[in-house]
């Protein structure tokens, strides 16, 4: 029988995504590898968020984690729009 | 809760992260962040939050296909695009079915809307309607952030 997930359980889940994220983000070079490493350490807050309103009886953390992936996906935007214009301008360079 | 099916979730989620930061190809990277964001709505619903995981799936889900666009937008010009091979179906066949029985899964935990209920007679007033702005507002965002990364590039500006 697998134990019970305790707040400790969450903050280590988080933990282990954030420094993987970051590894990803600090090693890779490619745009999209970078900005998938970003997802993953907004994974992590968005648990740790979850975790806090299920054990500490908030409803609140829930909106700040909404908003936390709301920036990664306007970062996400950000990104393509700037590959976008990289990619516009060499053809039109061409 | 379920504490077999919470450990199976967090597994998975760091089981597909890993993947995901670890990967050289593209579509595999951005097909195991998918795998992640998934897991992660599981693990919301899981915790009585079954809102922040529908909203997990729509924005994170969103923000993942964006950065396979990305990958697609970034490829080098010309370049063929790879065919796919029998065991890739294979993966993908066993990964949409999964993800199909955990959205089903998910829906059927979806309680109604906890906002409370707007009186007919009161029209458009500060504070109300937050959802119906909030929801389109990162669509508008991206839609004037391609705009203006298009406009960016053109060299008579």
């Known amino acids: ?94 | 809760m379920n504490h077999t099916l919470f450990w199976i979730l967090a597994g998975t989620l760091l089981a597909a992260s890993v993947l995901t930061v670890t990967l050289r190809r593209a579509a595999s990277a951005v097909a195991s962040a998918l795998v992640a964001t998934m897991a992660l709505a599981g693990a919301c619903v899981l915790l009585d939050a079954p809102w922040l995981g529908a909203t997990v799936v729509v924005i994170q889900g969103s923000t993942v296909l964006i950065a396979g666009l990305a990958a697609w937008f970034a490829r080098a010009p010309g370049a063929a695009i790879e065919p796919m091979s029998w065991r890739d179906i294979a993966w993908g066949s066993v990964l949409t079915t999964a993800l199909v029985i955990e959205l089903a899964w998910m829906l059927q935990r979806l309680t109604p809307a906890p906002f409370a209920p707007v009186p007919d007679d009161v029209g458009w007033t500060a504070g109300m309607h937050t959802g119906i702005v909030l929801v389109p507002l990162p669509a508008l965002i991206t839609l004037l952030l391609g705009v203006a990364g298009v406009k960016a590039s053109r060299k008579d500006l």
């Open chain 1, 1 to 94: 029988m697998l134990p019970e997930p305790t707040f400790n359980s969450f903050l280590t889940i988080a933990c282990v995504l954030l420094a993987l994220g970051a590894g990803g983000l600090a090693v890779r070079r490619g745009p999209t590898t970078r900005l998938l490493a970003l997802t993953v350490m907004s994974s992590a807050a968005v648990l740790v968020f979850a975790g806090v309103d299920r054990y500490f009886g908030t409803a609140s953390a829930r909106i700040v984690a909404a908003f936390v992936l709301g920036l990664g996906f306007v970062q996400a935007a950000a990104v393509v729009a700037v590959i976008l214009a990289r990619g516009t301008r060499d053809t039109s360079e061409r």
